[in-house]
């Protein structure tokens, strides 16, 4: 994904995160209800230069981290292929509406093309209606039910 200004005309920019994004990356991540302070975002980021399979995306403005998307390609064995999974997905609420989500699902979308998966496919809580609305919208579809079985504080 090349830095790139949004379809609207607004200065709207998406890049890879660096470590300096902590603070951001931690306000969003407290926005999609993952409680997250910017020393722990800044450990996070950290981590995830030592997976090359993941990658995050931040949609800034005026140089305010507003959105961001995470996403991991991997093999997938049950389809014998490797596929993307978008495992986190953000916007702030004051720039909803305004196709950064769009933006960034069709950045990821690229991405994943480009690195051989054959499909895209993300979780999302239940009480999140809007945001199922919004994937819908998007062309993506119900496939499955996902269980959960925590083995710790995570």
């Given at each position: 994904?090349?830095?790139?200004p949004?379809?609207?005309?607004?200065?709207?920019?998406?890049?890879?995160a660096?470590?300096e994004?902590?603070?951001?990356?931690?306000?969003?991540?407290?926005?999609l209800?993952y409680?997250?302070?910017?020393?722990?975002?800044?450990?996070?980021?950290?981590?995830?230069?030592?997976?090359?399979?993941?990658?995050?995306?931040?949609?800034?403005?005026?140089?305010?981290?507003?959105?961001?998307?995470?996403?991991?390609?991997?093999?997938?064995?049950?389809?014998?292929?490797?596929?993307?999974?978008i495992?986190a997905l953000?916007?702030?609420?004051?720039?909803?509406?305004?196709?950064i989500?769009?933006r960034?699902?069709?950045?990821a979308?690229?991405?994943?093309?480009?690195?051989?998966?054959?499909?895209?496919?993300l979780?999302?809580?239940?009480?999140?209606e809007?945001?199922?609305?919004?994937?819908?919208?998007?062309?993506?579809?119900?496939?499955?039910?996902?269980?959960?079985?925590?083995l710790?504080?995570?």
């Amino acid at each position: 994904m090349e830095t790139s200004p949004a379809a609207s005309n607004t200065q709207v920019y998406i890049r890879p995160a660096v470590l300096e994004d902590a603070p951001g990356v931690a306000a969003l991540l407290q926005a999609l209800g993952y409680p997250c302070s910017a020393e722990e975002a800044a450990v996070r980021l950290l981590n995830l230069r030592e997976e090359p399979e993941q990658q995050l995306w931040i949609a800034q403005e005026h140089g305010e981290a507003i959105a961001m998307i995470a996403m991991d390609i991997r093999y997938y064995l049950p389809l014998g292929a490797r596929t993307c999974r978008i495992t986190a997905l953000v916007v702030l609420d004051a720039f909803h509406g305004r196709g950064i989500g769009k933006r960034l699902l069709r950045e990821a979308e690229q991405k994943a093309r480009q690195a051989g998966a054959s499909r895209v496919e993300l979780t999302t809580a239940l009480h999140r209606e809007q945001a199922h609305l919004f994937y819908k919208a998007c062309g993506y579809e119900n496939a499955s039910l996902r269980f959960v079985k925590r083995l710790g504080d995570a």
